[in-house]
Nanobody, 120 residues
Framework: QVQLVESGGGLVQAGGSLRLSCAASGRTSSALNMGWFRQAPEKEREFVAT????????LYSDSVKGRFTISRDNAKNTAYLQMNSLKPEDTAVYYC?????????????WGQGTQVTVSS
């Protein structure tokens, strides 16, 4: 099992930036593909981005492409989500998970989430 802890959420004005972190520990953390999802109130969990264990492959949802960047530092067992040009519709709880692809079914372990609120 892998333990995942997100941090970096907060309140930001529209157009601002935040960087989320996801610290992993446990089973071969650095060899895992990682992803970010988000869930707004009364909405389904939505795919945001994913990155391969080497960092060589990434995939983004159309809604964040060009604004968000996923990255990782395997020496620190940490994945990041740099979020720029934030919009009110980006407001959600953001979760990291280990796995690959746009479906939550492709992921095994999940963090507890971090709240991101974008004011207009």
């Amino acid at each position: 099992q892998v333990q995942l802890v997100e941090s970096g959420g907060g309140l930001v004005q529209a157009g601002g930036s935040l960087r989320l972190s996801c610290a992993a520990s446990g089973r071969t953390s650095s060899a895992l593909n990682m992803g970010w999802f988000r869930q707004a109130p009364e909405k389904e969990r939505e795919f945001v981005a994913t990155i391969s264990w080497s960092g060589g492959r990434t995939l983004y949802s159309d809604s964040v492409k060009g604004r968000f960047t996923i990255s990782r530092d395997n020496a620190k067992n940490t994945a990041y989500l740099q979020m720029n040009s934030l919009k009110p519709e980006d407001t959600a709880v953001y979760y990291c998970a280990n796995g690959w692809g746009p479906s939550p079914a492709g992921y095994d372990d999940w963090g507890q989430g971090t709240q991101v609120t974008v004011s207009s």
